[in-house]
């Protein structure tokens, strides 16, 4: 059975950083491209950042390059999203999930909130 556990999520000034964890069970981790993605209140969720298998290609949407970093440990079956700089925009439920597999059930999530 697929599952994701993300983690590491919590409230957090504007400016600051949070590092996301998620952790990936039932298949085979190495061999697929995995995403973070996030849902704000009131809006659809989105794909911000995926990382290749092997995790030489990253790619980001660009209203948080240059912020946020994608990573993958594939010993250990987890990816990884190093979030700096954390804008008020940037709240928002976050989520990891393999990109391009529909029928992957969703995690629980890790609610991200930045406010002063």
């Known amino acids: 059975q697929v599952q994701f556990a993300e983690s590491g999520g919590g409230l957090v000034q504007p400016g600051g950083s949070l590092r996301l964890s998620c952790a990936a069970s039932g298949f085979m981790f190495r061999a697929y491209v995995m995403g973070w993605y996030r849902q704000a209140p009131g809006k659809e969720r989105e794909l911000v950042a995926d990382?290749?298998?092997?995790?030489?290609?990253?790619n980001y949407k660009d209203y948080v390059k240059g912020r946020f970093t994608i990573s993958r440990d594939d010993a250990k079956n987890m990816v990884y999203l190093q979030m700096n700089n954390l804008k008020p925009e940037d709240t928002a439920v976050y989520y990891c999930k393999r990109k391009g597999q529909s029928r992957d059930n969703w995690g629980q999530g890790t609610q991200v909130t930045v406010s002063s």
């Open positions: 990382i290749s298998f092997g995790g030489s290609v990253t």
